[in-house]
């Protein structure tokens, strides 16, 4: 439809406003109404001033007018007070909208369906003629088989939303049996239900190649899956192997699919994987119950005694119905004789009273019974009560108890505290002499140690002592070896003893320097292990031959060159014929040796 408006032609919608107000020109007025048909109770006129319309921001997506252009309608009115309604209208309209009506009676319509105000308004109150339209139209006329139609659409409704949340709840139901089953296959990963939430294949993939493994180890699955034909091809071979080894059908699609439908194809192989380990366990079971069974003598021997006992009946038995038997045609007639007499009326009323007036009588006794149990308890009632008042009493006395302060309660408070103090000292000092025990046990133990390691030391030293003074003794004798061969060859010319002695000497010489130098090493050495064991302080070694008051060993005085030997005066003859700056070399070294050793302190620590 096209409009002309201010030389203009534009296309205009059912619902813009000129359509909907041909003579508004978007200005919001009532112009007067003339009514089309006075009997009608509504034709669709809603005067606006006695409605309240109200603007705001629009909310949702919109451009960069959003939040800036107020185009949301509220237009609402109080329906009680609205005049321009029939009493009927407005007693319908408040009941079938009263969601839509606040506790003050307004109703509310909202509308930013566009972004244009006049727009939003005009759909408002096209919302509000539909609500007072319903109002009026009658309701429609549902015959039987109309309801009855509307019945089974309701019906088979929620027959379909339960088998549909069924569904559901069966395929929640396989996926955790399915994780369960899987746990105890021994899959070697866990497995969660959320894991076939989503399409996952890979996990169905890898999954597939793993059950086709437990039936067959040697079967040829390949468990790539990166491209489609790949995907398809894993899923047919395992579908055919399934179906010829194991007359399993699997429906690939669901397979292939790859979520919780997945899941009940695969819950399929794991079953029947269950189901095979199960029979097996309870195969064992039964074998080791009949080999215990096998073995159990005494169980054997009780059946031997029951199969006895049973045995002997069976003959007992067995005589006593071949007797009764045997008695059927007599009691057969006494049988059919009884059932053909006629019974008299007057007998049976009269055992009918009796057994009524018996049935009396136990009532009667029933009722006693009751009334004394009715009396039983309210005597236990009694009690019970007197009981409960025993017992208030006596809490209400047990209260006031607590209440009252005992006089030597301050003096034991004070008391505790004084002894929570003591306790607390005491502990720490507990502690303390427990660690300085501990301490004083260490340090006793590394002054064993080192007790023990000084007597090690000391005793070793000595043993280095004793081999030394041997090796100096056989020294020595050697020194005099040579010194008389050196007297039995005296014979010979001056001349050649001259030179001889030259020679003996320069090797004498040699042999006494490096002797004086161990020497001198091995006293340097050990010159703190040598002294007194007197406790008196050595002085200067004299070099008498007078020892009688000293208390030195004869290996302190061999070492400190206190040699008071016999032999001195013939070495000093022999000594004589070498030349004398070789011999004073030689004293001279001797000599400060002797010194360097007579120096040296000793004392008893060394030991």
Known sequence: MYINSSNTFAYKSAVSLENLYPNSNLKLFTANFVPEDPSAKFNGYIPIEKLTITYSRSSGPGGQHVNTVNTKVDLRFNVKDAIWLSNEIKDKLLEQQKNKINKDGYLIIKSDITRSQQLNLADALERLRTYIRKTIEEPPQITQETAETIRKRQLKAARERIFVKRVRSQIKQTRTDFTETM?????????????????????????????????????????????????????????????????????????????GYAVQELLKITNLLQEAQNRGSESMNQNDNRKIIEFNISDEINELKSTRQLASLLTVNGATLFDLLGREVELRDIRNNKAGRQF??????????????????????????????????????????????????????????????????????????????????????????????????????????????????????????????????????????????????????????????????????????????????????????????????????????????????DSDLLIDGDLDDDDDEDDDDLLNSVRGTDIGNFDRKVAQDKRSVSKVDHSDEDF
């Open 344 to 553: 008299d009326t007057a007998e049976i009323e009269t055992a009918l009273k009796d057994v009524i007036e018996n049935m009396r009588k136990e009532i009667e006794d029933t009722k006693k019974q009751i009334d004394n149990v009715k009396d039983t308890e309210q005597s236990l009632d009694t009690r019970i009560e007197r009981r409960r008042s025993e017992l208030e009493r006596n809490q209400k006395r047990l209260q006031t108890l607590r209440k009252v302060r005992p006089a030597f309660m301050e003096e034991y408070e004070k008391l505790e505290a004084e002894l929570r103090m003591l306790y607390d000292d005491y502990l720490q000092k507990f502690r303390y002499l427990s660690y300085l025990e501990h301490l004083h046990e260490d340090a006793a133990k590394a002054e064993q140690e080192r007790i023990e390691k000084r007597q090690a030391e000391t005793k070793r030293k000595l043993e280095q002592l004793r081999s030394e003074d041997v090796s100096f003794e056989s020294m020595v004798e050697g020194n005099d070896l040579v010194f008389g061969a050196s007297l039995q060859e005296s014979r010979l010319t001056l001349g050649d003893v001259e030179k001889q002695n030259l020679e003996k000497t320069m090797q004498q010489g040699a042999h006494a320097k490096t002797d004086t130098e161990k020497m001198s090493k091995t006293q340097m050495s050990q010159r703190r292990i040598y002294g007194s064991m007197s406790g008196r302080q050595r002085g200067t070694i004299l070099e008498s031959n007078d020892s009688a008051g000293s208390l030195d060993s």
């Open 183 to 259: 746990r105890v296959l021994g899959y070697p990963r866990l497995i969660s239900i959320a894991n076939f939430r989503t399409p996952n294949f890979p996990l169905v993939a890898e999954i597939l190649v793993w059950l086709v493994k437990r039936f067959d180890p040697d079967a040829d699955i390949t468990c790539e899956h990166n491209t489609e034909e790949e995907r398809i091809f894993l899923i047919r071979s395992v579908a055919e192997f399934m179906a010829l080894n194991t007359n399993v059908k699997l429906n690939t699609k669901k397979l292939y699919q790859a979520d």
